[in-house]
């Protein structure tokens, strides 16, 4: 069973999409134990409040915060060093169609001092496709409601952490030319991205895990995993406040190995 820390000096901050909680839980379980990580964010968990298996977490020493509304999308967090304040949406976070219906992407707390939020931003789906009109629009109310917080706080210490579905360099994905004209890699997505950034929240892994090929996520399509066909779309950025704690981070590519794991690798961050 995993121990609550003593101290909040030494603190690891991960994100996962763990690609359906409920096919992963043990998994999931497994990997907390050997990961010895503090807080977790989580995206795709898919499923309803009712259905989320919070016993996995908590037999383990850790609060857990889901938000799930249906078989898609879905957020949670979990932590075992405080899981206070639990915020549902950022302000002004944008729905999806015509009425706007509101999906399950984003949820944060105040884990041992520090504002996590748990993000999964639309795809996109197509260029051409509403879709992806509406990722711009998700990453653009999030930079805004990100320099808000800043604003009101310079100092805070915030953890933007999940899966962003944006490849910011050419070198995020395994071959550029393959993606030509499709999603994840276009310029308005890019500047998206890096508006979020220039809002103050800082890639604080990518110096730490440098590439090229260096990925976060493989499609289960084509052997990609084995053929080193990969993505990093995952991220955790971080406030100034936060940055400057960063002492390291890691992927584990490891727990992408195996039967049963899920698409994405957990990314973690090291704070002194």
């Not at 360099?169 to 993606?179: L, R």
Request: glycine content about 8%.
């Amino acid at each position: 069973m995993s121990v609550p820390r003593a101290s909040l000096a030494d603190v690891r901050i991960a994100t996962w999409n763990v690609n359906s909680v409920r096919a992963r839980s043990e998994r999931i379980a497994a990997w907390l134990e050997r990961s010895d990580v503090d807080v977790v964010a989580m995206q795709e968990t898919k499923c309803r409040e009712d259905q989320f298996p919070a016993s996995v977490f908590t037999d383990l020493g850790y609060e857990v915060a889901h938000h799930g509304l249906s078989q898609w999308n879905g957020v949670a967090i979990a932590s075992r060093v405080g899981l206070d304040d639990v915020r549902v949406g950022f302000p002004e976070q944008p729905g999806y169609g015509e009425p706007a219906v509101e999906e399950a992407r984003a949820i944060g707390a105040l884990c041992g001092g520090v504002r996590v939020w748990s993000l999964y931003i639309p795809n996109g789906r197509e260029v051409d496709h509403p879709h992806f009109a509406y990722k711009l629009r998700w990453l653009d109310r999030l930079r805004a409601a990100g320099a808000q917080w800043l604003a009101e706080d310079p100092g805070a210490q915030i953890a933007l952490c999940g899966d962003f579905n944006v490849a910011p360099h050419d070198d995020d994905v395994w071959d550029i030319a393959e993606f030509e004209g499709a999603t994840h890699v276009t310029k308005p997505e890019r500047d998206a991205f890096e508006a979020v950034v220039d809002a103050g929240f800082a890639d604080v892994v990518r110096p730490h895990t440098p590439g090229p090929g260096v990925y976060t996520y493989w499609d289960y399509k084509g052997l990609s995993f084995p053929k080193r066909k990969g993505m990093r779309i995952d991220f955790l950025l971080a406030s100034p406040g936060l940055a400057a704690r960063v002492e390291g981070a890691r992927i584990d590519r490891e727990e992408r190995k195996g039967k049963g794991a899920s698409d994405h690798a957990p990314v973690i961050l090291e704070l002194a």
